[in-house]
């Protein structure tokens, strides 16, 4: 059984760009919940999806933006990057939601790298 | 406050020692999850132990188990026969509520070095 897939897993970007990143989860798997890690701040949760529908939002910038597929998988976007948007974006699925707490799996992660 | 506490910012074990890693949880919501990770050098968050809050009795998985006290808000990681691949940083999680919401806090994390 596959688990989750982030592509890609490492980027270079430039100041003022944009990014997209890649999330296929584990199949069956209908939750994706995005993370930022960084020295600085340490994991901070982004956001989280749930049958196409965002349930859930940390304190982000409007500048971080996702969305999820009808299969499920999940991208998420962020424009005219920061030096400070530099960080390791890591993706969790989950099986089951609303039937009490479940496992949560993550994938590999993509290191941004914004110079 | 903090909602996820990891007092022990890095720990030196000898292999095949037993050792405990501790967290601390605050939430006023009767129903929750605590999560331990492990992340190795290379970045992937690798799942290891899953503690409801409403289990009777202390999650385990192989060499990992949970040391849930739940009265002290407590969820303490003990590593048993530690091996030279334990070496890597180890997060505690907390997920509050039960319905729609898969939100992970999670602690500033613990560095494990296992020595030889």
């Known amino acids: 059984k596959a688990g989750v897939t982030q592509t890609p897993r490492y980027l270079i970007k430039t100041r003022g760009q944009q990014v997209t990143l890649s999330c296929s989860p584990i199949?069956?798997?209908?939750?994706v919940s995005w993370y930022q890690q960084t020295p600085g701040q340490g994991l901070q949760f982004l956001f989280e999806?749930?049958?196409?529908?965002?349930?859930n939002k940390g304190n982000f910038p409007g500048r971080f933006s996702g969305r999820q597929f009808s299969n499920s998988r999940s991208e998420m976007n962020v424009s005219t990057l920061e030096l400070g948007d530099s960080a390791l974006y890591l993706c969790a699925s989950s099986l089951k939601t609303g039937e009490g707490n479940t496992e949560a799996f993550f994938g590999q992660g993509t290191r941004l790298t914004v110079v | 406050a903090q909602k996820i506490t990891q007092t022990q910012p890095g720990m030196f074990v000898q292999e095949k020692e037993a050792v405990t890693l501790d967290c601390t949880y605050d939430?006023?919501?009767?129903?929750?999850?605590l999560f331990w990770y492990k992340q190795p050098s290379s970045g992937e968050m690798i799942f290891l132990i899953y503690q409801g809050s409403y289990d009777q009795q202390n999650a385990t998985e192989g060499r990992y188990s949970l040391n849930f006290q739940k009265a002290r808000k407590s969820a303490n990681l003990v590593i048993s026969a530690s091996q030279l691949g334990d070496s890597a940083m180890y997060f505690c999680?907390?997920?509050?509520?039960?319905?729609?919401?898969?939100?992970?806090?999670f602690g500033t994390g613990t560095r494990l070095t296992i020595i030889p």
């Open positions: 939430t006023s919501d009767p129903s929750y999850g």
């Open positions: 999680a907390m997920r509050e509520g039960s319905f729609g919401n898969e939100k992970l806090t």
């Open positions: 999806y749930f049958s196409e529908t965002q349930r």
């Open positions: 199949s069956g798997h209908r939750s």
